[in-house]
């Protein structure tokens, strides 16, 4: 298990939102909660697990992941943690729970509410976790829609407006996220010899650039 331990600590909440499409309809209101809750508290569990096989006396990037997609262009499914990402995948775990805890009393369309919250969790996850630009990318976008939906769905008086607003602001920045990985992509092309958004390959390559690239 330690071999895929994040991948585990990823995908973990996402075995409850299958949970929760299978039982349908059908599925009650609490038992829709205590599904989530249980998806939650299983990725703590894992994410527990995931600091005891933490070496503190390492340096770099551990219980490293990596599975090609396309060798071609360099796309991958790369993962790892550092003593950073470590404490921000622990805090996401605790808080989840918590927040499902938290969101108890809700009444309306809790099934999707649980499902979204569960999508949510892996995404910031993810995030935390990907070593390739590319993957991070996508994980940060996945965050967009159940967060949409959360404002939008179960949000204040202005509820639609704050989750168009919160969609805008954070795709106009993401086109700019796009378009630094891409620059760097091209970068690593020309200094290693081929392209990749190996997040540990790229540090290297952002060394050799000017400090003004930064500034533009």
């Known amino acids: ?20 499409l299978v039982g349908g309809r059908s599925l009650g209101d609490t038992t829709a909660r205590g599904v989530a809750l249980a998806a939650t508290l299983a990725t703590l569990w894992a994410s527990i697990l995931m600091l005891l096989e933490f070496d503190r006396a390492a340096h770099g990037y551990q219980l490293v992941e990596e599975l090609w997609w396309v060798r071609a262009v360099g796309l991958k499914y790369l993962v790892g943690v550092d003593g950073i990402s470590l404490w921000l995948v622990l805090l996401t775990t605790f808080l989840f729970p918590v927040s499902i805890l938290a969101s108890w009393p809700i009444r309306e369309n809790v ?24 993957l991070f990318f996508l994980f940060f976008e996945a965050i967009l829609v159940p967060m949409y939906l959360l404002i939008g769905g179960w949000g204040g008086e202005n509820r639609i407006y704050a989750a168009v607003k919160f969609f805008l602001f954070t795709m106009a920045g993401s086109a700019f996220l796009l378009v630094a990985s891409l620059f760097l992509y091209a970068k690593a092309n020309g200094a290693l010899g081929e392209g990749t958004f190996d997040l540990r390959a790229l540090q290297e390559v952002a060394a050799t650039l000017p400090v003004a690239t930064g500034r533009c």
């Open 1 to 20: 298990m330690s071999e895929h331990l994040l991948s585990v600590v990823i995908f973990l909440p996402l075995v409850g939102l299958v949970l929760l």
């Open 111 to 134: 099934r999707m509410y649980m499902g979204a919250m569960l999508v949510l969790e892996t995404a910031v996850l993810g995030s935390f976790l990907a070593l390739d630009l590319l």
